[in-house]
Each structure stands twice: as C-alpha cells, then as structure tokens.
Nanobody, 118 residues
Framework: VQLQAFGGGLVQAGGSLRLSCAAS????????MGWFRQAPGKEREFVAS????????YYTNSVKGRFTISKDNAKNTVYLQMNSLKPEDTAVYYC????????????WGQGTQVTVSS
C-alpha cells in the first residue's frame, strides 16, 4: 500500500487547512486510515482515524470539535479538515493505513508540514 499526503502549509492561528491522503496498491488489506503528527522534540501522536466500512471516526481530545476526518472510498482518499488551528498544532502530519488482520498501522505516507503562526 502506498500513501501520498497533500495539503500542508503555513497558516495563522484560527485559520484552516485540509490535508488529503491518497492510498493505492493493496488497499483491500486495510480497514481504515489514520492521521498522526509529530512536533519537534516530541513523539509521534495519534490525531484521528476512520474506518473504510461504516465510517466510524476517532479523535484525540485536543482536536475534537476542530478537526474532522472524512473519506472517499471510491478514490481511496482520506481527508483531515483542520479548523481553528492553534500554534500547538504545528507538526509534521502523517497518514497511515491500518491492516485489517493485525489492526496495526503498517503503511505510512511521507508526511506533510503544518505550521501555525501566532
């Protein structure tokens, strides 16, 4: 499975960005996608996830009410709409695909930088 993420950039606090992640290859082996982020000097953390079937979504507490994850099954693409951005949201954002059998995020995109200025 290959993942390609798009949409990062520089935005002022309070602004919005939308990230996209397109999956290709053996996507039938996956049951969902997730977004993670890593800020400088910090460990990578979970942000949000969505299941291909049913569309169940999950969010880390710090982004609830501000970020929305969605999907387009026909395009094998997942989106992360980020509103009311804060400087603490600054990080490299990665999309990942979860293997249905093991429930592990085994496939990762290249990362896209999101910078929120105060």
């Amino acid at each position: 499975v290959q993942l390609q993420a798009f949409g990062g950039g520089l935005v002022q606090a309070g602004g919005s960005l939308r990230l996209s992640c397109a999956a290709s290859g053996r996507t039938f082996s996956t049951d969902g996608m997730g977004w993670f982020r890593q800020a400088p000097g910090k460990e990578r953390e979970f942000v949000a996830s969505i299941r291909w079937n049913g569309g169940s979504t999950y969010y880390t507490n710090s982004v609830k009410g501000r970020f929305t994850i969605s999907k387009d099954n026909a395009k094998n693409t997942v989106y992360l709409q980020m509103n009311s951005l804060k400087p603490e949201d600054t990080a490299v954002y990665y999309c990942a695909a979860r293997i249905a059998a093991s429930k592990e995020y085994a496939y990762w995109g290249q990362g896209t930088q999101v910078t929120v200025s105060s």
